[in-house]
């Protein structure tokens, strides 16, 4: 079991090499997040357990990064996410191998993968409530119909059939929103240059332990 483990981070710092190597070439900032920078914090690379790699972009860096990603993946990777799939209905993106194969914990079988969310600015006044429903609705969106009897699923299954059919308008319809929000905010919970410098110290740290694990990688 922890060859595996092993195994598959491996392949997951192949795709994180890749991915800097793509941000690097077009300027594009990202911060480890999630396991990832725990792992990088507390073991000086990944979690012992943990099978993908997390980062996350603030929205501009991420735009940017999804409209080159697809002509600089190489072959045998593909990036999916809602904007770029019609069968991939979540708010962030995977890039995955696609020589790869695992069985996730749920069930789900893909290949060995990265995850990149958003790093949003969020209202600290009135209109935070706004956002947060808005988002709030957006994994509703995502997760979709639930089985159950009870009126609460009831009416959530009714709510999603009458007015979110279409995942996607929902998605863009909140994405738009959540960006003319963060135009017009000057402040945001966290800095992001306290962020971003974080990520250099971070990720520099991340990559140089974990360079044992690529040197591997042609064994597996």
């Known amino acids: 079991m922890k060859e595996d483990i092993r195994n598959i981070q491996i ?15 077009y300027h594009i900032e990202y911060s480890l997040c999630g396991g990832s920078v725990v792992g990088a914090h507390l073991y000086q ?15 501009e860096n991420y735009n940017k990064f999804l409209s080159v990603i697809k002509q600089e ?14 069968t991939y209905w979540l708010l962030f993106t995977k890039i995955v191998n696609d020589n790869t194969t695992i069985v996730q914990n749920d069930g789900a079988v893909s290949g060995v993968f990265l995850d990149i969310t958003v790093y949003d600015k ?14 709030k609705m957006s994994q509703v969106v995502s997760i979709g119909k639930i089985k159950g009897k009870s009126l609460k699923a009831f009416v959530r299954n009714m709510v999603l059939t009458l007015f979110f059919g279409d995942k996607s308008k929902y998605y863009k319809f909140f994405q738009k929103r959540v960006e003319k929000m963060g135009i017009q905010l000057n402040t945001i919970i966290l800095n ?6 974080i ?6 740290k991340y ?7 690529s040197l591997k990688a042609n064994n597996i």
């Open 11 to 25: 392949k997951c710092i192949e795709i994180l090499d890749i991915v800097d190597e793509i941000c690097r070439k």
């Open 122 to 135: 969020i209202p600290d006044n009135y209109k935070r409530k706004e956002d947060i429903f808005l988002w």
């Open 73 to 86: 993946l190489p072959k045998g990777f593909s990036v999916h996410n809602y904007q770029l799939s019609d």
């Open 45 to 59: 690379g990944c979690l012992p357990w943990d099978d993908d790699v997390d980062l996350m972009m603030t929205r």
């Open 207 to 213: 990559l140089k332990i974990t360079q044992k694990y």
């Open 199 to 204: 990520r250099y110290r971070m990720n520099r």
């Open 192 to 197: 992001c240059l306290e962020l971003f410098v």
